[in-house]
């Protein structure tokens, strides 16, 4: 697996485009399988995981009509179409790289009146279980049940899943991918469906978007409670995937870490505000030209000279998001006392703590907490991380380390950042990709 060797201590300067988000590019792709006509998505980020993701389609009978050029962008459209809907085993050789295959569960159960798909296990940052997701398909009216370590699942006798009230909240909130199945499910469903305690997140929101194109109706997405009232059949659409919000966060923990200055372009900045929040109080400021699109801003990211410390706790949407508490741990690793980091939503989620440990960060860890006691500097080491979000705050400390860093299998930082290096690379840092046989 390729590594990074990335030689710090230089600040960023410059401007950078925020890529179709990861997360809600998933289940809009999954979508697809809920309609015989055309789905058309623009600025699909060109990632492992949607590549995973758009394996998998094909193997279920939907297929892409369009080649993308590399590089994504919202020129590229990506088209899928089913063409064969008798197969609908997603199987455990795709669902074991790709969690997300969950998502094709709720269209495929709706659309096809059945589903198989492999039981995800565990993963690096925790047990992530999908009971949430199937109790919520089953007050629908599925039969679920676990064979072989597949998840089963039909429509009731008649064929139609039956629209219900459905309390989606669990012992960490609501579910985001669990509210994305029973939200698309329910739209071919008879009656109305009602998700109480449904998850906020914005790319809940764009899903929501995309459906309605579809033809479905749904009320109160990006609230708690949303109502479907399911329809006939849905019909081919075309949607722009909203950007993505923890790359843009990212970026800012960059500019901040490096002490840069940094123009974020296509930003969206109402999806962040808990972060921005956050940096605000650290002493890093972010720039919005007034009457800019609050989901396609430009942003200006400058950082005071001393970074102050800041307590930060994960949280459901519209909270801090657990998807930038890795790199915002990298970054008040440099403040100038001690921050506090609790992680609420995925309480396993540290596997950065012990690499950040390596490249000179003071943390101490007790269970879900973390207390980031700054130093004046990190310094360069190799270190590695099995996880996404985990692998961008060791590049962010490797941006600001002195010496040379090494992420090794930045196999992890690929599945969610596109061509991170060549684009960081314009704004003036140093990271050379060596792939896996040199
Ligand atoms: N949970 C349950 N039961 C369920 C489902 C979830 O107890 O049936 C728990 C989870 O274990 C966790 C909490 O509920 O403690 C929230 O999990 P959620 O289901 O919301 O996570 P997810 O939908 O599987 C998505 C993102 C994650 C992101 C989380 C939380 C995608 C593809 N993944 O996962 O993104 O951390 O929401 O916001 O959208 C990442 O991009 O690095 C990433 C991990």
């Known amino acids: 697996m390729d590594s990074f060797v990335i030689h710090g201590g230089r600040r960023l300067e410059g401007s950078i485009r925020v890529s179709g988000s990861k997360n809600a590019s998933l289940p809009l792709l999954a979508a697809a399988l809920l309609t015989d006509e055309p789905v058309t998505l623009r600025d699909v980020p060109d990632l492992a995981d949607i590549r995973n993701m758009l394996g998998l389609l094909a193997?279920?009978?939907c297929g892409r009509q369009s080649e993308p050029a590399p590089g994504g962008g919202v020129e590229n459209p990506l088209t899928l179409r089913v063409t064969d809907p008798a197969k609908s085993h997603a199987r455990y050789e795709i669902v074991r790289t790709m969690r997300a295959s969950i998502c094709t569960l709720g269209p495929m159960l709706a659309k096809r009146g059945q589903a198989q798909i492999s039981m995800p296990g565990g993963c690096a940052i925790g047990d992530r279980p999908v009971d949430l997701h199937l109790r919520g398909l089953e007050a629908l009216g599925a039969e679920v049940t676990l064979r072989g370590g597949d998840i089963l699942a039909k429509t009731p006798p008649g064929g139609r899943l039956r629209g219900d009230t459905i309390f989606l909240g669990g012992p960490f909130g609501s579910t985001v991918l669990g509210t994305a199945n029973v939200m698309s499910a329910a739209t071919l469903a008879e009656g109305t469906t009602i998700i109480e305690s449904a998850a906020c997140e914005p790319e809940v929101v764009d899903l929501a978007n995309l459906l309605t194109k579809m033809g479905a109706r749904i009320f109160g997405a990006g609230s708690p409670r949303i109502t479907i009232e399911g329809v006939e059949r849905l019909g081919g659409a075309d949607h722009a995937v909203i950007p993505d919000r923890i790359e843009a966060g990212t970026f800012m923990c960059a500019a901040a870490i490096t002490n840069g200055s940094v123009t974020i372009e296509n930003c969206p900045i109402d999806t962040?505000?808990?972060?921005?929040?956050?940096?605000?109080?650290?002493?890093?400021?972010?720039?919005?030209?007034?009457?800019?699109?609050?989901?396609?801003?430009?942003?200006?990211?400058?950082?005071d000279r001393v970074l102050r410390p800041i307590e930060i706790?994960?949280?459901?949407?519209?909270?801090?998001?657990?998807?930038?508490q890795a790199q915002f741990m990298a970054l008040l690793a440099l403040a100038d006392g001690n921050s506090v980091i609790t992680e609420r939503i995925f309480p396993e989620r540290f596997l950065h703590v012990a690499e950040l440990g390596r490249m000179g960060a003071h943390l101490f860890r007790a269970g879900p907490t973390v207390v980031v006691s700054g130093v004046k500097r990190l310094t360069g080491a190799p270190v590695m991380a099995s996880d996404l979000r985990a692998s961008a705050s060791l590049v962010l400390a490797g941006l600001a380390a002195e010496g040379t860093t090494i992420?090794?299998?930045?196999?992890?930082?690929?599945?969610?950042?596109?061509?991170?290096?060549?684009?960081?690379a314009p704004l003036g840092a140093r990271i050379e990709r060596v792939p896996e046989s040199a």
């Open 59 to 61: 193997e279920l009978g």
């Open 272 to 303: 962040l505000l808990a972060a921005v929040d956050r940096l605000a109080h650290a002493g890093v400021h972010v720039q919005t030209a007034p009457g800019a699109d609050p989901l396609h801003a430009t942003c200006r990211v400058t950082v």
């Open 313 to 324: 706790t994960t949280q459901p949407h519209p909270g801090f998001p657990t998807d930038l």
């Open 407 to 424: 992420v090794n299998r930045v196999y992890h930082l690929d599945r969610g950042y596109e061509r991170l290096e060549q684009r960081l």
